[in-house]
């Protein structure tokens, strides 16, 4: 019966920021759904009744003064893996739970690292650009790409997303380096053929392509600066998956201007669009994607389904499969 079905906060249905149709519907078994607009065109109907807001690309926005608007609200349930977008000890103060959607991300996210990699190596999209170019009558030198198959590839975040990555590129017979954490087991490395290096220097020493897999903390904010890349190969490329600000963006135009590596190939940026006077984006050495690591219809509808898993699990006062705790 919907009467008995709990109330959940959504972005919108459709739109640039909204749910696909198949999606929307898994959302709708459970849940009865209050489009962002319509709590803000009647808040005093529709806030008191929400006790989930499902937050999809990062909308609707945990902003402090929504979520004390919505007095019975129980879990913030926010779709993919990053929580950085989310000030955790403030929404549990309120007696809210985060939940995120860990582990279905990872093929997703670990095939675009690959895409990536390969595109900006083998220059795919200026071929491209040159093949349907109705003015194009020979193919040019400029086409001459780099080799993928035997170089080294250092994996800065061996977590399931940098394992994954690194079995991918095993089938293209690359040199695996990782640098991480916590080192990983013995078994682990050798089904890959992973290379521990105790230092991220080393690792952007001895790398032909840097491929960075970290989550955004205190910690790795700026992990990627000026010194960092002058420490790489002139014929490097860097590749970031994780978030922008991982990276010096700066640092990161002097370097690819000035040939202090070879490339960079980014699926994030700081901010998400760059203005469109950034430098980054006129560059002919950069390849840039807006943030589409998990972007497939597959996992898309997984992400989904674990964020009404967790929601539901909040909504019964059971413990959640995907709590965000603090450390």
């Known amino acids: 019966m919907e009467e008995e079905k709990a109330w959940a906060l959504v972005s919108e249905l459709g739109g640039d920021h909204g749910y696909l149709e198949e ?3 898994i959302l709708k078994q459970h849940f009865q759904l209050v ?3 319509e709590l803000l065109q009647n808040p005093a109907l529709h806030g008191p009744k929400i006790q989930v807001l499902f937050m999809w690309k990062y909308f609707p926005a945990a902003e402090p003064w929504l979520l004390r608007s919505l007095p019975s609200l129980k879990v913030v349930a926010s779709g993919g893996v990053g929580t950085d977008h989310l000030d955790v000890p403030f ?3 309120l007696g809210v739970k985060v939940a995120n959607t860990p582990g279905v991300v990872s093929d997703a996210s670990a095939d675009l690292a690959m895409g990536l990699l390969l595109a900006s190596a083998r220059k795919i999209l200026d071929a491209h650009r040159i093949a349907v170019d109705p003015k194009t009558v020979h193919i040019p030198q400029s086409l001459m790409g780099v080799e993928v198959t035997g170089s080294t590839l250092g994996i800065v975040g061996m977590g399931e997303i940098g394992y994954k990555i690194a079995q991918r590129s095993k089938g293209f017979e ?3 380096l990782y640098h991480n954490r916590t080192r990983r087991s ?3 490395e050798q089904a890959v053929g992973a290379g521990y290096c105790r230092s991220l220097d080393d690792l952007l020493r001895r790398s032909d392509f840097v491929v960075i897999v970290v989550k955004l903390t205190s910690d790795t ?8 890349l002058s420490l790489m190969k002139p014929t490097a490329t860097l590749v970031n998956i994780s978030r922008g600000q991982v990276v010096d963006q700066d640092a990161l ?3 690819l201007q000035s040939g202090r590596i070879r490339a960079a190939a980014l699926d994030v940026t700081h901010p998400e669009p760059l203005p469109r006077d950034h430098p980054l984006l006129g560059l002919p050495n950069v390849l840039i994607t807006p943030h589409i690591g998990i ?3 597959d996992t898309a509808r997984a992400i989904v389904e674990k964020m009404v898993e967790n929601a539901l699990a909040a909504v019964k006062g059971l413990p959640l499969p995907n709590e965000v705790k603090l450390q």
């Open 35 to 37: 489009c962002y607009r």
């Open 221 to 228: 904010t700026g992990l990627i600066g000026h010194r960092e």
């Open 253 to 255: 135009v002097e370097a």
């Open 91 to 93: 929404i549990n103060s």
């Open 23 to 25: 999606m929307a519907d």
């Open 186 to 188: 013995v078994g682990d």
């Open 295 to 297: 972007s497939t219809y």
């Open 174 to 176: 690359m040199k695996i």
